[in-house]
C-alpha cells in the first residue's frame, strides 16, 4: 500500500475524531457557562476550552480575548484556525477524496454527506440553540463515518492505519484534557473540595463521555482520583489512555504481521503500554500526576513520529 | 450552415441498416419512458461520482459531463475503414517520432520544416538519440474523427501525449447496459469493457528488460485538482494499479521506486497522466512540483518506461497535423487510408493571405490548443471577434492553423424538445504494445448538445454517447 495512501487514511480518521473531540468540549464549556458562578468557579472556561483544544497560541494571534463568542467561532468555524471543526472536516473530506477508492461507498458517503451539509451551518451558527444542534450533528457524523469504518472496511492495513489515526487522536485528547484539569483531580483538592469542584469533575467525565460510566465502573459518588484512575489506567473506558494503547499495539502488531516485521512503532507503542499497566494511581500521585501527564503527551507525539517515519513516508 | 450527414436517416430520410433496429424502437418508445431513463442515468452517474472540473470556473470544482442516452452506432464495416485507418496512421505517428530523435531522414528529406520540429516547445532535446523500449513513444493514443458522409471520415486531431476521456467510454456502456437491456437485446454490439485489461496487457510489454516477470505499473496523477482526476482513480482501480502523485516516488542510483508501508518499491513502467513539463523538475520546469526529481534520467537509462515517452508532442501539434498525409507515405508507403481535414498553414503567406480573406468561412485553431479553447469558428463569430481575431493572427501566424467548417455528421440526440440530430465526432484509442496493437471498437461519442453547435468539448458544453460498433 502507498504510504500516501496510509497517511490519508490514517489522517481522515484523525481529524474526524478529533472534530467530535472539540464538539464535546465545547458543549462541556457551554455548561459550565450556564452555571451560577459560584458553582463554576472564577476561572474562565473559555480560556480552559482553548487550552485543552490546544490552540491558545493560535487563538491569541487573533483574538484578544478569550470570550463564547470568539471561542466557539475560533473552535468551530473559523478558517484561519487550522483545527476548527469545519477544517477538521474540510480536512477529513480531503483526505478521503485523495484516496477515494481505498474507502468503502458507506464511508464515503459518510464523510462527503457531512461535508456538503457542514455548508448549512454557514459561518456559524444564529442561536444557542443551533449551536448545540450543530454540536449534536458533529458528534452524530463522527459516530457514523466511525460506524461505518467498522462495519464496512476490510480488515487489512487500509483498516489498521484509519484504527491507528483513531486511537492516536483519542490518547492525545484524553491526555490533554487532564494536562489542564490535572490540578482540579489532586487528591489535596479533597478537603478543598466542595460544589464547585463537583460540577468542574463532573465536566471533565462529561468531556470525555464517562460521567455514566464512572458510576458504572466504581459505584461512587464523584471523586477527584478515581477520575484521574478512570482517565488514565481503566481499559474498560474507551477513551482512557491505557483503552487507547491496547488498541495502539493491537492494530499496530496486525500490521506488523501482515508486513512481517516489527519496528520502532511497535516497540515503542509496547513500552508506553507496559508502563500504562504496570503503574497504580498512588504511584502517579506520589511522583507527580502532572509530569506523568507531560511525559505520556511527550512519548505520544513520539509514537505519532516513530508511525509516521516508519509506514506514512 | 451546409446541411449535415444524419447517421441514422442519412440522405434521404429512411434508416440506415445500422441503425433500423434503434428507429424501430424510438417510434414504439413513449416519450416518458425516455425522459425517465435519462433521469435515471443522471442518478446514476452523480453516485457513481463521475466528474470533471473546469478550469477557471471555482464553482464547478466537480461537475457532471452530460450524458445522452441514445447511442452512436457504427457498421461492423465501417469500423473495419476506420480501425485499419488507426494502425496505420498509429504506426506512422510511432516511426515518425523515433525518427526526429534519431537519423532525422523526413527532415532531409524536406518533408516537414525543420523550424516546425526544432523551434517546437514540445520537442524534448533530451530525447535525441535515445532507446525506448521497443521503439514505441505512443502507447496510448486518441484519434479524433469527424465524419461528413457515409464514406468519408475525417482525422481532426490527434491525441499523443495523454489522451484521456477513455472512463466516460466505459461508464457510458455500462449505465446503458443497466438502463436499456432490451435494446441491447436487439443488437450484437462488440464490447469494450476489456479496455483495462488490454491496457495493462500493453504496460506489461512494454516494461524495461531489467523488470522482473510481473512489472509493476503505476498511474502518475498531477492530483486532485487535475481535471481528469476522477479518471486517474478510476483506470488505477480498474488496472489494480497504484494511483501515484510525484511525491510518492523517487528516484535512486537510476530507479524509480514508491513509498509504501513497507518500504521503498521499484517501479517498472508509469502510465503518466501528467505533462512532459512536470515530469521532471531537474530536467524541466524547476518549479514543478507534481513531478519526480530524477526521474528522466532513470528514463534514459533504461530502467523505467514512460507512457507515453517524452517528446510525443511533435507528433501531435496542430502544425505538424497538417503534414500526417506525407508523413504515412514517407514511412509507409501508403496512401493514408483516414484523410486528413484540408488545412491552411498560417505560418505560410499565401496560406494565411487565403485565411484573413475567408476568415468568416473557417475554423480558426491554436496549434497548441486543446479543450476548444481559443478557437474560432468563422461562420459563428461575431464581427467584433472576427475582427480580433484578425488581429491575433497578423501578430503572431505562426500560433494558428485553419481549416474548413466541417458538416460534422448528426446523431438522434434527446434534448429539451425531444430526439433531435446533433453533431458529434469520435475519439477511439489506440494502443500500441510490444506484442501487437489493440483497439477497443468503438470509443468515446462527443456531441454537442446545443442546436447547431459545432464543438463537442465537455468544457465548452458537449455532453458524451455510448457508441456501438455492430459485429457482423
Redesign the interface.
Known amino acids: 500500500?502507498?504510504?500516501?495512501?496510509?497517511d490519508n487514511l490514517y489522517w481522515l480518521a484523525r481529524y474526524v475524531e478529533r472534530a467530535e473531540y472539540l464538539a464535546r468540549i465545547l458543549e462541556v464549556s457551554q455548561r459550565l457557562t450556564t452555571l451560577p458562578l459560584a458553582y463554576a468557579g472564577s476561572s474562565n472556561e473559555w480560556d480552559s476550552a482553548l487550552a485543552t483544544a490546544g490552540c491558545v497560541h493560535a487563538f491569541s494571534e487573533i483574538y484578544s480575548q478569550a470570550s463564547e463568542e470568539t471561542v466557539t467561532d475560533f473552535l468551530c468555524f473559523s478558517a484561519a484556525n487550522p483545527s476548527s471543526i469545519r477544517n477538521c472536516f474540510e480536512m477529513a473530506r480531503?483526505n478521503a477524496?485523495?484516496v477515494?477508492?481505498a474507502l468503502t461507498v458507506e464511508m464515503w458517503d459518510a464523510i462527503n454527506g457531512t461535508w456538503i451539509e457542514l455548508k448549512r451551518f454557514g459561518n456559524g451558527a444564529t442561536s444557542r440553540d443551533e449551536f448545540m444542534r450543530f454540536l449534536r450533528w458533529v458528534q452524530e457524523n463522527s459516530l457514523r463515518f466511525d460506524g461505518s469504518a467498522y462495519r464496512t472496511m476490510l480488515r487489512n492495513?487500509a483498516y489498521w492505519?484509519s484504527r491507528l489515526g483513531v486511537y492516536m487522536e483519542r490518547a492525545d485528547n484524553t491526555a490533554r484534557i487532564l494536562d489542564v484539569k490535572y490540578h482540579l483531580l489532586l487528591p489535596a483538592h479533597e478537603r478543598i473540595g466542595g460544589p464547585l469542584d463537583y460540577f468542574q469533575w463532573a465536566a471533565i467525565l462529561r468531556s470525555v463521555s464517562a460521567l455514566t460510566a464512572y458510576h458504572w465502573v466504581y459505584r461512587e459518588s464523584v471523586k477527584p482520583w478515581l477520575i484521574a484512575d478512570l482517565l488514565i489506567l481503566r481499559d474498560e473506558l474507551p477513551r482512557s489512555l491505557a483503552s487507547c494503547y491496547e488498541n495502539l499495539v493491537l492494530y499496530l502488531d496486525h500490521?506488523a504481521r501482515a508486513?512481517g516485521?516489527q519496528g520502532p512503532a511497535q516497540r515503542h507503542a509496547r513500552a508506553i503500554r507496559a508502563r500504562l499497566e504496570n503503574s497504580r494511581m498512588e504511584g502517579i500521585f506520589q511522583n507527580g500526576l502532572h509530569e506523568f501527564i507531560s511525559e505520556f503527551i511527550t512519548d505520544n507525539n513520539r509514537l505519532g513520529a516513530a508511525i509516521s517515519e516508519q509506514?506514512?513516508? | 450552415m451546409v446541411d449535415a450527414f444524419d447517421e441514422m436517416t442519412g440522405a434521404d430520410g429512411t434508416p440506415r441498416p445500422a441503425y433500423a433496429q434503434l428507429a424501430r424502437w424510438l417510434a414504439e418508445v413513449r416519450p416518458d419512458v425516455l425522459d425517465f431513463r435519462r433521469r435515471e442515468a443522471e442518478v446514476l452517474f452523480r453516485r457513481i461520482g463521475i466528474t470533471f472540473a473546469v478550469y477557471g470556473d471555482p464553482d464547478a470544482q466537480e461537475r457532471l459531463i452530460p450524458f445522452d442516452v441514445l447511442p452512436r452506432i457504427l457498421a461492423a464495416d465501417e469500423w473495419q475503414i476506420v480501425r485499419s485507418g488507426l494502425e496505420q496512421r498509429v504506426q506512422a505517428i510511432n516511426h515518425y517520432i523515433r525518427d526526429i530523435y534519431g537519423r532525422r531522414e523526413i527532415l532531409k528529406a524536406g518533408i516537414i520544416p525543420e523550424d516546425l520540429v526544432f523551434q517546437n516547445p514540445v520537442f524534448r532535446p533530451e530525447m535525441n538519440g535515445m532507446k525506448v523500449p521497443h521503439d514505441i513513444y505512443v502507447h496510448i493514443a486518441g484519434i479524433d474523427i469527424v465524419r461528413v458522409d457515409p464514406q468519408t471520415f475525417y482525422v481532426l486531431e490527434d491525441n499523443a501525449r495523454t489522451p484521456s476521456g477513455v472512463s466516460y467510454m466505459l461508464e457510458n456502456r455500462e449505465i446503458m447496459l443497466r438502463l436499456f437491456p432490451e435494446l441491447f437485446a436487439r443488437h450484437r454490439i462488440a464490447p469494450v469493457e476489456n479496455y483495462p485489461d488490454e491496457l495493462l496487457a500493453t504496460f506489461k510489454s512494454i516494461a524495461p528488460a531489467n523488470a522482473g516477470a510481473e512489472p509493476t505499473v503505476v498511474l502518475l496523477t498531477p492530483g486532485v485538482y487535475n481535471s481528469a482526476y476522477y479518471e486517474h482513480s478510476f483506470l488505477a482501480d480498474k488496472l489494480g494499479v497504484e494511483l501515484v502523485e510525484g511525491r510518492d516516488l523517487f528516484v535512486r542510483d537510476e530507479l524509480v521506486y514508491m513509498r509504501t508501508t513497507q518500504g521503498p518499491k521499484r517501479v517498472d513502467v508509469v502510465y503518466r497522466r501528467i505533462d512532459d513539463d512536470f515530469l521532471d523538475p531537474l530536467a524541466f520546469r524547476p518549479d514543478s512540483a507534481l513531478g519526480v526529481p530524477g526521474l528522466l534520467s532513470a528514463y534514459q537509462a533504461g530502467n523505467v518506461t514512460l507512457a507515453n515517452a517524452v517528446g510525443t508532442g511533435i507528433a501531435d501539434d496542430k502544425a505538424v497535423y497538417s503534414y500526417m498525409p506525407g508523413i504515412i507515405k514517407f514511412y509507409l508507403g501508403a496512401e493514408p487510408i483516414l484523410r486528413n481535414v484540408p488545412t491552411w498553414r498560417c505560418r505560410e503567406p499565401e496560406h494565411l493571405g487565403y485565411v484573413l480573406d475567408h476568415l468568416d468561412e473557417l475554423v480558426v485553431k491554436e496549434v497548441h490548443g486543446s479543450g476548444g479553447y481559443g478557437m474560432l469558428i468563422g461562420p459563428q463569430a461575431e464581427k467584433h471577434t472576427l475582427a480580433a481575431f484578425r488581429a491575433k493572427l497578423k501578430s503572431n501566424p505562426t500560433n494558428f492553423i485553419a481549416q474548413p467548417t466541417l458538416a460534422l455528421s448528426t446523431c438522434p440526440t434527446c434534448v429539451e424538445e425531444g430526439v433531435a440530430p446533433r453533431h458529434v465526432d469520435l475519439r477511439p484509442f489506440v494502443l500500441t504494445g510490444a506484442d501487437r496493437v489493440r483497439v477497443v471498437p468503438g470509443g468515446l461519442t462527443r456531441v454537442a448538445l446545443r442546436k447547431g453547435s459545432l464543438v463537442v468539448n465537455s468544457s465548452q458544453g458537449g455532453g458524451t454517447k455510448d457508441t456501438w460498433v455492430l459485429d457482423g
Open positions: 500500500m502507498l504510504s500516501r495512501t496510509a480531503s477524496r485523495a477515494r477508492t492495513d492505519f500490521i508486513y516485521r509506514y506514512l513516508t
